[in-house]
């Protein structure tokens, strides 16, 4: 299913000699595929002008699916990928079928069709097993593993925590690329984004070295979202710059369109709005066949959250209701909680105090479901925010001299739980406004020092430097790529 890194240089080789059967080019071209696409594709069609074999030309029919749907050309990955699995399923080839059900399951997902997809990676690990092939039913397990976790953080877990074969991924990296990639999600589902990002960090080299391009660079961003969590944006700013050099030469929409947004996003919290718009709005160009994916909906959560922050409420009321369409559409409850608590927000900058803090205590009851800690001091943040410009009824017992006071406090305690997380200085700002004015002036006085040090170590000049020299890169790709275009 997926060849080593030493496997292929030695296919390489055997391929540059004359004599190279057409087995071996056939290989070659199967394990390019996510390599050097277009180089795969060209070596398909060679091998297809010499083939009568019906079972090689499916195989083909799949390096060639494979980079249709890598392009977002769906209909013809999907015709491609169908013919093959029909010609696999007449020959009796399981294994052949398993790979055909994979990427069909690929398709569907980018098409936000997750529960097709989730029905075509049940069919891939049933197929592989009939063929006795254990390393491609334990990927294919691993992959279910890793939506269902998104899915259900606890439910997920409960079902494939201890179902995945951890052992052979040890051995196995194209496994490995899938089992640590379970990991990191269920370590970021739980808010401990240290060791989430280690596992990241793991499944893109395992990715990488198996030949999984578009794993690896997903790892590599979720990598660096969990440092952007973390308030480390240098760090994250590394990680998104590795993957946008990753993925740009493919050209491949999904990948480059999210390494754009997450970018959009590290950009914004370090208050470079404008850069921060500019790479959103190329980055919803680039994804537009891909409207209905996960994907696609998280550019919809960045841009609610940027017009937050430009004072655009109305915007960004918008766009977290079509975020919620989409939670809903695709069975995500981890969107269904950000998109609340978003529409809270805004609801509230536009006068609507009451609403917003009916959508802001489902919200944080959506998180509190999912364990989410990370999105419990977000919602708890709005609530703070809604009851220091209205006066509401406090539906709980009030543990401080305010009641945005209360939530402020709540959210300190859930963050002392996350470790290696520092309170960011938006919050210790809230704190000290609270303290201020329910006259508690020395507290506020310390909580303001400590804010604008935290400001100071996370909005450094080296973050800094490296997101206006990443804009600075990115301009200066973009132009050269339109004129070779022109």
């Known amino acids: 299913m ?15 000699a004359p004599e190279a059967s057409v087995g071996q080019q056939i290989a070659l071209a199967w394990h390019l595929r996510q390599r050097n696409t277009q180089r795969a594709i060209f070596l398909a069609e060679q091998c297809l002008a010499k ?3 019906a079972g090689l030309r499916a195989r083909l029919h799949l390096v060639q699916g494979e980079g249709e749907w890598l392009m977002a050309r769906f209909d013809t990955a999907h015709t491609l990928a169908r013919d093959a699995l029909l010609q ?10 398993c790979d055909a059900h994979w990427l069909l399951s690929a398709i569907a997902l980018d098409q936000g069709q997750h529960q097709t997809s989730n029905l075509a990676l049940q069919a891939a690990s049933l197929a592989a097993r009939q063929g006795e092939d254990p390393l491609r039913a334990a990927i294919c397990d691993a992959a279910q593993a890793r939506w269902a976790i998104l899915s259900d ?11 995945l074969d951890f052992a052979l991924a040890e051995t196995e990296p194209s496994l490995a690329a899938w089992t640590e ?3 990191a999600l269920r370590a970021s589902q739980m808010s401990d984004y240290g060791h989430a990002a280690m596992h990241f960090m793991q499944a893109h080299h395992a990715a990488l070295s198996s030949g999984q391009l578009r794993a690896a660079i997903i790892a590599c961003t979720n990598m660096a979202e969990d440092f952007t969590k973390l308030s480390d944006h ?6 998104f710059q590795h993957a946008l050099e990753l993925a740009r030469p493919t050209r491949w929409p999904r990948s480059i369109g999210a390494c754009l947004m997450h970018t959009a996003d590290t950009m914004r919290c370090l208050g470079r709005l404008d850069a921060a718009q500019e790479l959103l709005q190329e980055a919803l160009q680039v994804m537009q066949p891909l409207v209905a994916a996960r994907s696609y909906a998280h550019a919809l959560q960045y841009m609610g959250d940027l017009a937050l922050d430009r004072n655009e409420p109305s915007v960004a009321l918008e766009n977290f209701r079509r975020l919620e369409q989409r939670a809903d ?7 269904k909680g950000v998109a609340l608590r978003g529409q809270a927000h805004a609801l509230a900058s536009l006068g609507q105090g009451d609403e917003a803090e009916q959508v802001a205590q489902a919200g944080l009851s959506l998180m509190q479901k999912q364990g989410d800690t990370y999105g419990q001091i977000a919602s708890l943040e709005v609530l703070a925010e809604i009851h220091a410009r209205y006066v509401l009824p406090l539906p709980e017992p009030c543990i401080a001299a305010s009641h945005s006071l209360h939530f402020l406090m709540r959210a300190v305690q859930l963050a002392d739980g996350i470790h290696g997380y520092c309170l ?7 704190l000290a406004r609270e303290y201020a004015r329910v006259e508690q002036f020395e507290a506020a006085y310390q909580i303001s020092l400590q804010a604008n040090a935290t400001r100071e170590r996370t909005h450094n000049d080296q973050a800094t430097n490296r997101a206006i020299a990443m804009q600075i890169s990115h301009q200066t790709e973009r132009a050269r790529a339109e004129g070779e275009h022109h």
């Open 153 to 163: 953080a606890q439910l997920g877990n409960a079902q494939w925590g201890h179902a």
């Open 2 to 16: 997926f060849a080593h890194q030493d496997e292929v240089a030695e296919l390489e080789r055997i391929c540059a």
């Open 51 to 53: 083939l009568d074999d």
């Open 88 to 97: 696999f399923t007449s020959l009796d080839d399981a294994c052949g079928c």
């Open 424 to 430: 960011p200085a938006h919050l210790l700002d809230m």
């Open 234 to 239: 240098h760090a994250a700013l590394e990680q």
């Open 181 to 183: 990639d379970f990991l």
């Open 329 to 335: 559409a695709l069975q995500q409850s981890d969107f």
